[in-house]
């Protein structure tokens, strides 16, 4: 029992005094990504979130899905999710709800950081003081937990600001805007006039349920009174809940949408609840008599306030143009996505997205701070003009860049450095090499295995993969939107194929040969050859060749032109590295098939071919002469760990039923641990909540494997696996010149597949 007399001294709150390496200000996608990727890295990580759970907008207190390159697989980015520890927490949250439940979803956020011993995490803790040892330096926060009555201070020589706001950079004093940039300041067409409006606003989600019997609402008096005042307000359905509303937008016309936020609030609040007043009282929706409101947010979903300028800022060009940086540390790929600023009000629509033709490198300094040496940005804060923000600001991303802000930091901690260090070419590719080992993929830049200890190994297979055919065992689709299988290709090669058709009359079929004028890209740009073939009424098969060749080894695409005459076989089976994709519309990502800008806004016009979700994502049925042999061991050490330029991956051969793959070394080597890189399907996006997914495992992951040493004695055994990036950890440090890997098929139609094999 705690009894206290009445006192004449004021009292104060309970305090603590905390010491890390790093000290990481929100607890989003961003923060929690950087706090477990530091975490790993080695570095005491103090990871501060003023809300009761982590995830920011993907967490249920907001419930918007986490999206990035993949953009709803709407968009030609193909095997573009992030990866790092963003593509484990989508990939495991694919294995435990696949519902895309949002509570779940907090669960696996709140276990994959407790679960780090390296991270203190302050939850329900907002920082609201700081302190600097010079104008230069950070020395210390204050932040206090409304529910222990506790200040904290919080000290480290590293600081990240992934907080939304960024209240770290703001009482630090780094610079920062908030709203647009003029065309003129950085030549961008496609920059916002103030009639359209400078700044994104907030968004509040709602969720309903049948209740199975008649429900009444009494709307609260604040409820929106008139519908008519909603512009779009036909496109409700009463079927609708969570993201499907994120055109429920308000406070784009405010100067400042963080001092305003709770004024933004209630008027979001207005709408929601006057729009559930519509589906249930307006009698034009009879089918929601059972319905009942589950569930409102009771904190907005923030999309845009301060940007900090770092050392440099993104612009549109470099995301339509796809620039190349020295000190790339990741990348981006979402529509350039901007909103009027009048929001749900709008007569306009809710947004207007404009893509480039593939995935754009981003700068590590974009992530730092012009003025602050021990202090980098994470999150949609991130150095970046208006217009760019309204690609890099989609949590996927957020996430995946924090993670290269994370491992700077612990570079930075660990070698005694200033942010700006980073950047000498040393420290750059070593904070490349080590993102890399981790998955983030840096396009254009692999794994430099010569800064590893362990020599690499001469690497072969007991079979690999050659693609004869895939079998025709699949069912008709429609070519009203054309089909095209994307395939590695070898160069100077001149390939034949047979498909099955069933045409409903007699027609042609127009069949080209594609490929991307920029490589790397997937948006089928140049057509290498083209055949047209007479098909008749009924079901046949059609042969064709490509006279014309490629250039070089890449990706191309067989590509059957728009034909709602005709109906082409498809195949069940899968291919690590395959895709068929489709000239179809996506409008929830503006995709119309095609992009067609309006002249002089920057943005390039170029057509859609875009994949289908499982289970109607399959392959078409095909054989193809001369067989395609991209699928070699050899892929195993090239340091891609997904398709790229080429498949970048080994695939055994489906006949033989005990796949093994051999690392062979000239001399012994001491290893500790082994990193395999699996195919889960880079290309499916993983949408974390709201939006169901058909299968808890990707089809194309290796879910058991054995290692051996050279005398077949058994060193690592692993069963049910699902995860991307596998660990193979040694109890003790063996001393090997050979080792043996034997996966096993996923599936008698999936052949073992796995991208590279790093040794530790």
């Known amino acids: 029992m705690i009894t206290e007399k009445a006192s004449n001294i004021t009292r104060t709150n309970y305090s603590k005094k905390l010491q890390g390496d790093i000290v990481i200000t929100g607890g989003g996608c961003s923060g929690t990504c950087a706090a477990i990727t530091a975490a790993r890295a080695g570095a005491k990580v103090i990871l501060v979130q003023d809300r009761p759970v982590l995830g920011g907008n993907a967490s249920s207190e907001v419930r918007l899905w986490i999206l990035g390159a993949t953009s709803h697989m709407g968009n030609n980015n193909r095997w573009a999710r992030e990866g790092g520890v963003i593509d484990e927490i989508l990939v495991e949250n694919i294995y435990r709800n696949k519902e895309g439940n ?53 000290k480290a020589p590293m600081f990240i ?61 604040y409820a929106l009174k008139d519908i008519n005042e909603i512009p779009r307000f036909k496109n409700i359905e009463s079927n609708m809940s969570g993201c499907n509303f994120w055109w429920f937008e308000y406070g784009g016309r405010f100067a400042d949408t963080i001092e305003s936020t709770e004024t933004i609030k209630w008027e979001l609040w207005k709408v929601v609840y006057g729009v559930w007043d519509y589906i249930k009282n307006s009698g034009n929706f ?40 020295n000190d790339a540390i990741g990348f981006g790929g979402w529509a350039i996505d901007l909103h009027p600023g009048d929001g749900v009000y ?44 309204g690609s890099t600001r989609v949590m996927a991303t957020c996430g995946h860049l924090a993670q290269a ?54 690497v072969s297979a007991s079979g690999t993969f050659v693609l004869k055919q895939f079998v025709f065992d699949g069912d008709w689709v429609n070519l009203g939107e054309g089909m095209a299988q994307l395939l590695p290709l070898k160069a100077k090669q001149k390939y034949s194929f047979k498909i099955e058709v069933n045409a409903l009359k007699d027609s042609v079929l127009e069949i080209e040969l594609r490929t991307s004028l920029k490589a790397g890209n997937y948006t089928p740009d140049v057509t290498v050859d083209a055949v047209k073939a007479a098909v008749a009424k009924g079901t046949q098969y059609l042969s064709f060749s490509f006279e014309n060749e490629l250039d070089a080894d890449q990706y191309a695409f067989i590509t059957i032109l728009p034909n709602e005459h005709v109906k082409v076989m498809t195949s069940q089976q899968l291919l690590t590295g395959t895709v068929a994709v489709f000239k179809k519309m996506n409008k929830a990502v503006s995709n119309n098939g095609a992009q067609v800008p309006p002249e002089g806004i920057g943005v390039e016009s170029f057509e859609f071919w875009t994949p289908k979700r499982r289970p109607e994502g399959r392959n078409m049925a095909f054989e193809v002469s001369p067989a395609i042999e991209m699928f070699s061991a050899a892929n ?22 005990a796949p093994e793959i051999t690392l062979l070394w000239d001399k012994p080597q001491k290893i500790k641990k082994l990193r395999l890189f699996f195919d889960t399907d880079y290309d499916h996006p993983m949408e974390s909540v709201q939006m169901g997914h ?67």
């Open 161 to 221: 600001d992934a907080s939304g706001d960024g209240i770290v950079g703001f009482l630090a004093g780094a610079p920062f805007r908030m709203g647009a940039e003029t065309k003129e300041e950085f030549g961008e067409l496609f920059a916002p006039d103030a009639a359209y409006g400078k700044m994104l606003g907030h968004t509040i989600y709602f969720y309903s349920k049948d209740t199975g019997k008649p429900v009444k609402y009494v709307a609260p008096s």
């Open 346 to 389: 709008s007569k306009l629509p809710g947004c207007t997205q404009w893509h480039s033709k593939g995935i754009y490198q981003v700068p590590f300094r974009s992530l730092t701070s012009k003025r602050i040496s021990n202090l980098l940005f994470a999150g949609r804060i991130i150095s970046a003009s208006h217009v760019a923000f």
């Open 694 to 760: 058909p299968e808890d495992i990707i089809p194309f992951c290796v879910q058991n494997y054995s290692v051996f040493d050279k005398h077949g004695k058994l060193l690592f055994e692993k069963k049910g696996n699902y995860q991307t990036i596998n660990d193979v950890v040694f109890e003790n440090e063996i001393l090997v010149d050979e080792l043996r890997i034997k996966p096993e098929h996923p599936a008698s139609n999936v052949p073992a597949a796995l991208f590279e094999i790093v040794c530790f």
């Open 636 to 657: 195993l050490v090239n340091g891609l760990v997904r398709p790229g330029v080429e498949s970048n991956a080994w695939a055994a051969d489906l006949n033989d039923t």
């Open 405 to 458: 802000a994370a491992l700077a930091s612990a570079m930075c901690v660990n070698n005694k450095l200033k942010t700006n260090a980073i950047l000498q070419k040393e420290n750059m590719v070593e904070l490349q090499n080590q993102l890399n080992l981790t998955g983030q993929s840096i396009p254009k830049i692999p794994i430099d295995r010569k800064k590893l200890a362990v020599e690499i190994p001469k």
């Open 286 to 325: 009879p089918e929601a008599e059972n319905l009942t409101l589950e569930w409102v947010g009771t904190i907005p979903g923030k999309r845009e306030s301060r940007r900090f300028e770092g050392d440099y800022m993104m612009v549109q060009q470099d995301i339509i143009e796809q620039r190349e940086f």
């Open 102 to 154: 949002p509570v779940i979803f907090d669960t696996i956020l709140l276990e994959k950081v407790v679960n780090e011993p390296n991270i203190t995490l302050l939850l329900n803790t907002a920082v609201y003081e700081l302190k600097r040892s010079d104008e230069n330096t950070i020395e210390s926060l204050k932040a206090f937990c409304s529910q222990t009555s506790t200040e904290f201070v919080l």
